[in-house]
């Protein structure tokens, strides 16, 4: 009577075929038919778990059914799911498939990284091919800079918080802002260096400055948009071509001759417009035998007979418009 054979789930690769002329013994048969039932049984089940269905159903050949069975695939991995894995808050699959050898020192490295993430060809990549900085030190914060120091000898690019005392005694070949706090930005291409320095808010100017080569010397200071002020002397704003206009409202009541101080300094003596803003009825004029000065000035007040104003009052404004550099 035929022996019934059940197949088991297991691959098989050692198998022995009986040759001819051998005595005649079942038993290397039986073994070789239990192997193929063995494998056959095991592609019927690897069939049947790559389909999600029964091994002879037919394959998914809608969208529909590509969804579902992407659905099923999601469904069970190791006892986690795919959006589990997606979602987790830590650098590893829920299941703890992703252990300290594989992201250990070497196991991943910078330049397997910078092609897909960093490394665009019509951008600014911040790596290069070798998996190093593509501008070397170009994205590194500098730190406080609060200290005497020649601006001359910062040449390293990055960003760096300026406070006062690199101002202060002992420095050299800072910008000439009047606030000593802000922000320095150093930019280094080749043998270009370029010195950007921001202060903050109370000073509406950008100073900058560059150099083509550290053993060159520097270009001068130069100031980018206007800085506006005011002060116990009146008001003033300064303009980055060198324009400085100052004025005041209401101003040096009392007899003549009258003394005003500038809000800001000129570099030359500026225009000067000057009108009464009160009672009596006189005019007022500058003291030209006094001379035009460039940080402060004298005026003459005169009653309307022409004589010189005694009295306690007359303030007057004026407006000068010259050049602070």
């Not at 005694?169 to 260096?193: F, H, Q």
């Not at 009146?234 to 007899?255: E, H, K, M, Q």
């Amino acid at each position: 009577m035929p022996k019934r054979i059940n197949p088991q789930d297991r691959w098989e690769d050692d198998f022995l075929v009986p040759l001819p002329g051998e005595p005649r013994n079942i038993g290397p048969l039986e073994t070789l038919f239990q192997r193929l039932l063995n494998r056959t049984e095991r592609l019927k089940n690897r069939i049947a778990a790559i389909l999600g269905l029964p091994w002879d159903a037919t394959p998914p050949d809608t969208l529909a059914g590509l969804a579902g069975r992407v659905s099923t695939l999601e469904g069970g991995q190791g006892g986690t799911t795919l959006a589990a894995h997606r979602s987790a808050s830590v650098l590893d699959h829920p299941d703890g498939s992703v252990i300290t050898t594989k992201i250990a020192n070497g196991a991943v490295t910078l330049n397997k990284l910078a092609p897909s993430i960093l490394g665009q060809p019509n951008g600014l990549p911040l790596l290069n091919s070798a998996g190093a900085l593509a501008a070397q030190n170009a994205y590194l914060d500098r730190g406080y800079l609060n200290s005497p120091i020649d601006w001359n000898t910062i040449t390293t690019a990055g960003v760096y918080r300026v406070g006062e005392n690199a101002f202060g005694p002992g420095s050299a070949n800072m910008p000439p802002t009047t606030y000593r706090y802000g922000v320095l930005v150093v930019l280094v291409s080749g043998i270009t260096v370029q010195q950007i320095f921001i202060p903050h808010v109370t000073d509406g100017a950008i100073y900058f400055r560059q150099s083509w080569d550290p053993t060159y010397a520097w270009s001068q200071w130069f100031q980018a948009g206007y800085r506006r002020g005011s002060n116990s002397n009146g008001s003033y704003i300064r303009f980055a071509d060198g324009t400085l206009i100052c004025w005041a409202l209401g101003v040096a009541n009392g007899p003549d001759p009258q003394m005003v101080i500038y809000p800001a300094a000129f570099v030359e003596p500026p225009v000067v417009v000057v009108t009464p803003s009160d009672w009596p009825p006189a005019h007022i004029s500058l003291d030209k035998n006094w001379g035009l000065g460039t940080t402060h000035q004298r005026f003459r007040k005169y009653n309307a007979d022409g004589s010189p104003y005694t009295g306690p009052y007359f303030s007057f404004s004026y407006i000068a418009i010259g050049r602070w550099k």
